[in-house]
C-alpha cells in the first residue's frame, strides 16, 4: 500500500510563497503519475498540477499556471510543489496523489493513493 505524506502547508500573506513536499512510503514515486490537487470549503477537490512520465508531460492548470512549479527529486523520492505569489483564492487543502502513469491526468477520481492534505491560507 502507497502512503502519502504532505507537508509544508500554513499561512503566508497574498503574494508569498510557500513549498509543498509529497513523501512516499512504500512505492517509489518516479514509477507513478504524480498530481497535485487542492480543495476549498464548499467546493470540488480540483487538479493543479499533474507530472506524467510516461507521456513526458508536466500539466499546470489556469489557475495557478506561471506562479506553481511541481517538480520531482528522485534520490528523495520527493515531489514538490513551489508556489509563488500566493492569492486568498489559493486558500485550499492541498493534496498529492499517486496513480497508474498509463493514464492519469488532471482527474482526481484516476489517483488511486492520497495523502491526508495540508492546509494553505493566504491572508493578510
Known amino acids: 500500500q502507497v502512503q502519502l505524506v504532505e507537508s509544508g502547508g500554513g499561512l503566508v500573506q497574498p503574494g508569498g510563497s510557500l513549498r509543498l513536499s509529497c513523501a512516499a512510503s512504500r512505492a517509489t514515486l518516479a514509477d507513478y503519475a504524480i498530481g497535485w490537487f487542492r480543495q476549498a470549503p464548499g467546493k470540488e477537490r480540483e487538479g493543479i498540477s499533474y507530472?506524467?512520465?510516461?507521456?513526458?508531460?508536466?500539466w499546470y492548470s489556469d489557475s495557478v499556471k506561471g506562479r506553481f512549479n511541481l517538480s520531482r527529486d528522485n534520490a528523495k523520492n520527493m515531489v514538490y510543489l513551489q508556489m509563488n505569489s500566493l492569492k486568498p483564492e489559493d486558500t485550499a487543502v492541498y493534496y498529492c496523489a499517486a496513480g497508474d502513469p498509463l493514464y492519469c491526468d488532471y482527474d482526481p477520481d484516476e489517483y488511486d493513493y492520497w495523502g491526508q492534505g495540508t492546509q494553505v491560507t493566504v491572508s493578510a
Open positions: 507530472i506524467n512520465d510516461n507521456d513526458g508531460v508536466t
